[in-house]
């Protein structure tokens, strides 16, 4: 496929009915202009950026007491910039505005246990929580912790938590103690709502011991409530069930403080994997805004539609999947293995439950196709409109796999951000055509561009994704931050007042956005710099490659770049192998891309939300410390990595 050729084009249907052209029209009305196309658009919004996120709030219908102070104050100092002074809002009240018996939530459990919760229901239940969290003093700015699975509750729970003005944090049960503790130790919860277990595998886990374990380490916990997912029956001494909490709050009216628009919201944390995770804190107002921007006009949802997202709650996706609720959508929630019993099992509920907007990580793309496995030969999948994939780079066949075997008509957007700005840099959109191995467009309100090591703007060259001008979703502050000194460093040290993202990226001639690796995980051979991702397309190719990490590695003064694969089983590693991996990535990239050394492990590190450590990895290679091995899904796997430590620089 030639890369100018797109994979899919919107219908003009489509485009005339998107929401995304209602709302350029909208501007255009409003201000007199006439856009020739989305870069005009976009354009538009990163100069005038007062007027564009006003437009975004009336065309979205927020909810809130505007105030008539200027939308963006101090726009000169990134870090300092004020949006919305003396605006007030609530989150969850924009989030629970239906109040009908249509679902809000559908969730289920991999044992195919489901339940539906409707618009009103869930708002009733809200209700009664937030009631209880009151009872137990929980105040503005006080922290209710999350220890719970992706299941109506954690929804809740968090909406309660938000009505209130305080502060939402979570973790995936599945986390060891340690990395829980690294978390909430740090952010010490008021109220800790933890399971019972969790189902993964076709097995179930009971973690109460490690609850017990965990509520001794946090001293100002008043209160812990426990969520019986496995048992209905099970407990914990001193904790209240989620549903006793709820009887006790039953037919409480739903309050929700109005409070300024930087009100903290949520804290989420980076991975870990360098040291204790940083906290970081996002605002109501910032985080509600860019969400309905990207629901709305980038995903184009609707309060028909049903929006669905693989993730788990210790990810921000499942933050951003939530607020889809700020749209009128019904959300679809699972929890569990994504391939238990088998690849169906989320097409088997995508297709009972009309799903039309299907979100995922590149790597479940890739595991489906390594397995053969082609939705649209067993389901018809007639109301799905777009897929959605985030996590790391998407590669070429990944964007080819989607159209071949699960829907050609629709749009497939792989998207990136991240945890630190709980948004998107680059994104899709319903009325552009979708390019192979590109994100299709920079999101609208993001001044986002690709910069080289002196500062200067690159086009169809790569270099680091930074983000010149203020935007309402950057971080409140990093808690236990004080002087703001580690949000400084962590953004604004390599070119000062502009945002670096640590994304090593391309802009494209459609104007599409290439991700070709972190920034940090850059391989530097001859003073060359290659992004991994590179690497990774070629090698997906593959067929006996499972999985692969590539790391430069320090070598007689120089980098050499070391490919470790996993493969499938029955596959060798032999000279063949070899050469075939060798003369893909040489005849798709450039020889400097070419891996000095292919070597074979049986399992490939990933923290905990799947991605792979390239700097764990190097780490180990040049006998170094790993900083926090906790942070990792499976840590046994560096240690076949200390073997070439010998070989290196040292």
């Known amino acids: 496929m030639n890369a100018q050729e797109p994979l899919w084009k919107p219908s003009a249907a489509r485009v005339e009915n998107a929401n995304m052209t209602r709302f350029q029209r909208e501007i255009e009305a409003r201000h007199g202009l006439q856009f020739a196309d989305y870069p005009q658009l976009h354009d538009w919004s990163v100069r005038y950026p007062e007027l564009f996120w006003n437009a975004v709030w009336d065309f979205c219908g927020i909810l809130g007491d505007r105030s008539s102070e200027p939308v963006l104050q101090n726009a000169e100092r990134f870090a300092g910039a004020r949006w919305f002074a003396g605006t007030r809002l609530n989150f969850a009240e924009n989030l629970l505005r239906r109040r009908d018996e249509h679902p809000a939530l559908v969730s289920y459990l991999e044992t195919g246990k489901r339940e539906s919760v409707s618009h009103a229901e869930l708002a009733a239940r809200v209700a009664a929580f937030a009631h209880c969290l009151r009872a137990w003093g929980v105040t503005p700015g006080d922290r209710v912790a999350g220890l719970l699975p992706n299941i109506s509750a954690t929804v809740v729970a968090m909406l309660a938590t938000a009505s209130i003005g305080a502060i939402w944090t979570s973790c995936s049960p599945d986390f060891g103690l340690s990395s829980i503790q690294d978390r909430f130790g740090q952010t010490q919860p008021k109220v800790l709502l933890a399971c019972d277990g969790y189902y993964y595998g076709g097995k179930s886990f009971d973690i109460r011991a490690k609850v017990e374990q965990l509520r001794d380490t946090l001293p100002d916990l008043r209160q812990?409530?426990?969520?019986?997912?496995?048992?209905?029956?099970?407990?914990?001494?001193?904790?209240?069930?989620?549903?006793?909490?709820?009887?006790?709050?039953?037919?409480?009216?739903?309050?929700?403080?109005?409070?300024?628009?930087?009100?903290?919201?949520?804290?989420?944390?980076?991975?870990?994997?360098?040291?204790?995770?940083?906290?970081?804190?996002?605002?109501?107002?910032?985080?509600?805004?860019?969400?309905?921007?990207?629901?709305?006009?980038?995903?184009?949802?609707?309060?028909?539609?049903?929006?669905?997202?693989?993730?788990?709650?210790?990810?921000?996706?499942?933050?951003?999947?939530?607020?889809?609720?700020?749209?009128g959508a019904t959300l679809l929630l699972y929890d569990g293995s994504p391939f238990h019993p088998g690849p169906q099992a989320l097409w088997d509920i995508a297709e009972r439950e009309g799903v039309t907007v299907f979100g995922t990580s590149a790597k479940y793309l890739a595991a489906l196709n390594n397995a053969g496995f082609s939705p649209r030969r067993q389901y018809p999948l007639a109301r799905l409109k777009s897929v959605l994939s985030t996590g790391s780079p998407l590669t070429e066949t990944g964007f080819r796999y989607v159209y071949e075997h699960i829907k050609r008509d629709l749009c497939l957007s792989s998207i990136s951000g991240g945890t630190d700005v709980i948004c998107c840099f680059a994104i899709g959109n319903p009325t552009l055509p979708v390019f192979e191995g590109q994100l299709q467009c920079i999101a609208l309100g993001m001044a986002a561009e690709v910069w080289d090591e002196q500062g200067h703007s690159l086009r169809e060259q790569k270099g680091e994704l930074v983000c010149t001008r203020p935007f309402p979703s950057t971080p409140v502050y990093f808690w236990n931050d004080p002087d703001g000194a580690r949000y400084h460093k962590a953004y604004f040290a390599r070119f000062p007042n502009v945002w670096a993202h640590g994304d090593y990226a391309e802009i494209t001639a459609q104007n599409g956005v290439i991700i070709h690796g972190r920034s940090d995980a850059t391989l530097?051979?001859?003073?060359?710099?290659?992004?991994?991702a590179e690497i990774y397309r070629q090698v997906e190719k593959i067929a006996a490659v499972a999985d692969s990490i590539c790391v430069g590695q320090r070598w007689q003064g120089d980098t050499r770049v070391l490919l470790f694969v996993q493969l499938r089983e029955g596959a060798r590693l032999d000279a063949a192998l070899i050469q075939e991996i060798k003369q893909t990535i040489r005849s798709n990239t450039t020889p400097r891309h070419v891996p000095e050394l292919i070597l074979q492990v049986d399992d490939i590190p990933r923290t905990l939300t799947g991605k792979p450590v390239e700097i764990a990895v190097t780490q180990t290679l040049h006998g170094e410390h790993v900083g926090n091995l906790e942070a990792l899904a499976n840590p046994g796997a560096l240690e076949p990595f200390k073997r070439f430590f010998p070989q290196a620089d040292h």
């Open 524 to 532: 530097n051979p001859g003073g060359v710099r290659i992004g991994t």
């Open 224 to 327: 812990l409530v426990l969520v019986n997912v496995l048992d209905a029956n099970s407990a914990l001494p001193g904790a209240v069930t989620f549903r006793q909490a709820l009887d006790a709050g039953a037919g409480q009216p739903l309050r929700c403080a109005r409070l300024p628009f930087a009100q903290p919201l949520y804290i989420l944390y980076s991975s870990g994997t360098t040291g204790k995770p940083k906290c970081i804190v996002h605002g109501a107002g910032g985080t509600l805004l860019q969400h309905v921007k990207e629901h709305r006009l980038h995903v184009d949802l609707n309060d028909t539609d049903v929006l669905y997202y693989f993730t788990t709650c210790g990810w921000m996706m499942w933050n951003w999947l939530v607020s889809g609720l700020a749209s």
